[in-house]
């Protein structure tokens, strides 16, 4: 079982940036494929980006791609969430998520293990 701590959330300015970080604990980290979610206030929890175990792939909604950017360290333990240009509508709670599975994809229920999230608040 892994455990998956998020941070670097916090209130930016529109088109402002930010970078999230995932740490992991318990099991390494490369084991797993890994995601991004959003939840705004009233919303659905969606998703954000992925990235495959080794970090060859990663795959982004189509509203952040192209401003959000999706990494990992494995040696780290840690996936990232680099965010620019960031919009009003990108103000949310930020979820980290592990799959045991290695095949990527952008389902919530598919994911097996979750942060406790980090609030991003972009003003405008």
């Known amino acids: 079982q892994v455990r998956l701590v998020e941070s670097g959330g916090g209130l930016v300015q529109a088109g402002g940036s930010l970078r999230l970080s995932c740490a992991a604990s318990?099991?390494?980290?490369?084991?797993?494929?890994m995601a991004w979610f959003r939840q705004a206030p009233g919303k659905e929890r969606e998703f954000v980006a992925a990235?495959?175990?080794?970090?060859?792939?990663?795959y982004y909604t189509n509203s952040t791609k192209g401003r959000f950017t999706i990494s990992r360290d494995n040696a780290k333990n840690t996936v990232y969430l680099q965010m620019n240009s960031l919009k009003s509508e990108d103000t949310a709670v930020y979820y980290c998520?592990?799959?045991?599975?290695?095949?990527?994809?952008?389902?919530?229920?598919?994911?097996?293990?979750w942060g406790q999230g980090t609030q991003v608040t972009v003003s405008s």
């Open positions: 998520a592990a799959k045991e599975t290695a095949r990527v994809t952008w389902t919530l229920l598919d994911y097996d293990y």
């Open positions: 318990g099991r390494t980290l490369s084991s797993y494929a």
């Open positions: 990235i495959s175990r080794s970090g060859s792939s990663t």
